[in-house]
């Protein structure tokens, strides 16, 4: 009796660890998916792992670097480990009870649900992590473009804030190509250009992430719509989230 007792104790705690340990690796994956900016490519870059696993390594590492795709496949290894021997646990435990028995399942597949839910909308999660960290660089943003309202460039030259730049078109540009791309959210993003519309919204083209993104400063009664940049180049409207005091995050479908 003692010994079975003991067993049972061992079993749990090993349950424990077990729980803890995929928990802590399906946590790192959220917060990951929601903070890297390289995370969607990563992911992406790993979807034909299946059918051509060495091809879908070696583009990942060429995509995001080794050591990205070493600590996603740990975590990933992590935690298909832990939910497989979680489950043989289940099916072993033939002495638990039946209640306990059933909680556990429950867990197992709530837990698996979790994860289809985070593989089906690691993208969703990406844009909202993405809108978060703009949103906390809109004093920047405002330094940034607060001249440019003011006194809209109209050849080449240079802003204290963004450094030299080639405006285009010549004669009436609208677009201000920058030589030295000024830096946002700790060094992961930078500017690449600044559009200018009719209506006075300035727009800031986004450097470092896998998407067309731009920050965009609108006044009242402009809004985010797709357009053709001074470069001639088109950007059709997917979708755009507000960020506060007439600013707000859009993405434009790649070409």
Same mark, same amino acid.
């Given at each position: 009796m003692e010994r079975e007792h003991q067993s049972r104790e061992v079993s749990r705690r090993r349950g424990r660890v077990l729980w803890s340990l995929h928990l802590i690796a399906m946590a790192s994956m959220f917060a990951w998916a929601s903070f890297d900016l390289r995370f969607e490519s990563m992911v992406q870059s790993l979807g034909t792992a299946l059918t051509s696993p060495l091809t879908s390594l070696q583009a990942t590492v060429a995509t995001v670097g080794l050591a990205r795709t070493a600590v996603f496949s740990g975590f990933l290894f992590v935690a298909l480990l832990t939910l497989g021997l979680l489950i043989a646990e289940r099916f072993r435990s033939t002495r638990a009870s039946h209640s306990r028995s059933l909680r556990s399942l429950m867990a197992i597949v709530s837990v698996v649900a979790i994860?289809?839910?985070?593989?089906?909308?690691?993208?969703?999660? =990406?844009?909202?992590?993405?809108?978060?960290?703009?949103?906390?660089?809109?004093?920047?943003?405002?330094?940034?473009?607060?001249?440019?309202?003011?006194?809209?460039?109209?050849?080449?030259?240079?802003?204290?804030?963004?450094?030299?730049?080639?405006?285009?078109?010549?004669?009436?540009?609208?677009?201000?190509?920058?030589? =030295?791309?000024?830096?946002?959210?700790?060094?992961?993003?930078?500017?690449? =250009?600044?559009?200018?519309?009719?209506?006075? =919204?300035?727009?800031?083209?986004?450097?470092?992430?896998?998407?067309?993104?731009?920050?965009?400063?609108?006044?009242?009664?402009?809004q985010p719509e797709s357009f053709v940049g001074g470069l001639s180049d088109p950007h059709e409207l997917e979708s755009s989230a507000r960020l506060g005091q007439g600013w707000s995050l859009v993405r434009y479908r790649s070409e």
């Amino acid at each position: 009796m003692e010994r079975e007792h003991q067993s049972r104790e061992v079993s749990r705690r090993r349950g424990r660890v077990l729980w803890s340990l995929h928990l802590i690796a399906m946590a790192s994956m959220f917060a990951w998916a929601s903070f890297d900016l390289r995370f969607e490519s990563m992911v992406q870059s790993l979807g034909t792992a299946l059918t051509s696993p060495l091809t879908s390594l070696q583009a990942t590492v060429a995509t995001v670097g080794l050591a990205r795709t070493a600590v996603f496949s740990g975590f990933l290894f992590v935690a298909l480990l832990t939910l497989g021997l979680l489950i043989a646990e289940r099916f072993r435990s033939t002495r638990a009870s039946h209640s306990r028995s059933l909680r556990s399942l429950m867990a197992i597949v709530s837990v698996v649900a979790i994860w289809c839910s985070l593989s089906v909308n690691y993208s969703a999660l =990406a844009w909202q992590g993405n809108r978060i960290r703009m949103a906390t660089q809109l004093d920047e943003l405002e330094a940034i473009t607060e001249p440019l309202r003011q006194d809209w460039p109209q050849r080449d030259g240079e802003v204290a804030q963004i450094g030299p730049f080639m405006a285009y078109p010549f004669g009436r540009p609208s677009v201000l190509v920058l030589l =030295a791309s000024p830096t946002l959210a700790n060094d992961h993003l930078s500017i690449a =250009a600044i559009e200018r519309n009719h209506q006075g =919204a300035i727009k800031l083209q986004l450097n470092g992430t896998d998407h067309d993104d731009w920050a965009e400063w609108h006044p009242a009664g402009s809004q985010p719509e797709s357009f053709v940049g001074g470069l001639s180049d088109p950007h059709e409207l997917e979708s755009s989230a507000r960020l506060g005091q007439g600013w707000s995050l859009v993405r434009y479908r790649s070409e």
